[in-house]
């Protein structure tokens, strides 16, 4: 199986602040890289297929870039409403993997 | 708008089956783009892909499940199912049904996820 690893875990910023999230995989995922945004008990929402599509409907403060095994989540000028887990997924091959998630508090 | 409803037992004994649904309202679970996935999460814990099936009623199962698990799929009824066998507690906790999308292999929308708790 793929594993993925997310880091940080967690961090806290401010509003209006900037934000990376990075997830690295252990083989190369040939851009299949999905982000999730998940809120207290709420289901995961997609936020960037392929590495860096934005979804329809997803504020563009949202970024995803990166190739290989190694990618990022950026989000710029942070709103109170981003404070969630953060969730990277390989979509590359089954089984499809996550990574452990990281929370943001604002 | 498409939805997805998950429904099934809250609870199931140690060694028993675990048997949940999924109703897909607002698309066709037929259509070729999409299959059908489950994935769970333990409380306060990371994701877990189980296994899809596709318009075809073809499933494909994560291997750290064993041969546990078997997923059907009622065109009639547009749903799809999840059945689980011999659950242990490790097996308790918040189960999602998904569309994913094949294009791209990401799920997209989910169920609002159901809690099932393994005990006697």
């Known amino acids: 199986d793929i594993q993925m690893t997310q880091s940080p875990s967690s961090l806290s910023a401010f509003v209006g602040d900037s934000i990376s999230i990075t997830c690295r995989a252990s083989?190369?995922?040939?851009?299949?890289l999905t982000w999730y945004q998940q809120k207290p008990g709420k289901a995961p929402k997609v936020l960037i297929y392929?590495?860096?599509t934005l979804q329809s409907g997803v504020p563009s403060r949202f970024s995803g870039s990166g190739s290989g095994t190694d990618f990022t989540l950026t989000i710029n000028s942070l709103h109170p409403e981003d404070s969630a887990t953060y969730y990277c997924q390989q979509s590359y091959t089954t089984p499809f993997t996550f990574g452990g998630g990281t929370k943001v508090e604002i | 708008q498409l939805q997805l409803q998950e429904s099934g037992s809250g609870l199931v004994k140690p060694s028993q089956t675990l048997s949940l649904s999924c109703l897909v309202s607002?698309?066709?679970?037929?259509?070729?783009?999409?299959?059908w996935s489950w994935i769970r999460q333990p409380p306060g814990g990371a994701l877990e892909w189980i296994g899809y099936i596709n318009h075809r009623g073809s499933a494909h199962y994560n291997p750290s499940l064993g041969s546990r698990v078997t997923m059907s799929l009622d065109s009639a009824k547009n749903q799809f199912s999840l059945t689980l066998r011999s659950v242990t507690a490790a097996d308790s906790a918040v189960y999602y049904c998904?569309?994913?999308?094949?294009?791209?292999?990401?799920?997209?929308?989910w169920g609002q996820g159901i809690l099932v708790a393994v005990s006697s």
């Open positions: 998904a569309r994913e999308v094949r294009l791209a292999n990401y799920f997209d929308p």
């Open positions: 607002g698309d066709s679970i037929v259509n070729d783009a999409y299959s």
């Open positions: 392929t590495g860096f």
């Open positions: 083989q190369d995922l040939h851009g299949g």
